[in-house]
């Protein structure tokens, strides 16, 4: 091939190639007048923006609030479970105790015992 043709034939295949890639190269002119109007990092935000982000945080610091809420009504209900199985277990033992060691007078024979 004569260099002429390798010209002609290497243009022909990148017209071909940029053809395919055109519609993912460039944007919508809708789009890309959005994307100039996005404001920089150091401008000041919009007070919608401002709005927004507060309604984010504040609806973020509510989950987190009601998360723990629900964590600690959880854990005082266990406690308080753990604390009353504590107390009937120390009530049925002394109760079995006092009925262990009954004498048969009221109150017990530690009152009644005479000195000597």
């Not at 600690?72 to 199985?85: L, T, Y």
């Amino acid at each position: 091939m004569t260099w002429r043709q390798v010209l002609l034939l290497s243009c022909l295949s990148a017209v071909v190639l940029l053809s395919s890639v055109k519609p993912k190269i460039f944007m919508q002119e809708s789009d890309a007048s959005n994307f100039l109007k996005r404001r920089s990092k150091r401008s000041p935000k919009s007070r919608a923006e401002v709005n927004v982000e507060n309604r984010q945080k504040l609806r973020a610091d509510e989950l987190r609030r009601e998360y723990y809420e629900e964590q600690r009504n959880e854990f005082e209900n266990f406690v308080e479970e753990q604390k009353d199985e504590q107390e009937e277990r120390s009530r049925e033992a002394v109760e079995q105790w006092r009925q262990w060691h009954y004498d048969g007078l009221y109150p017990s024979y530690l009152y009644n015992r005479h000195r000597i």
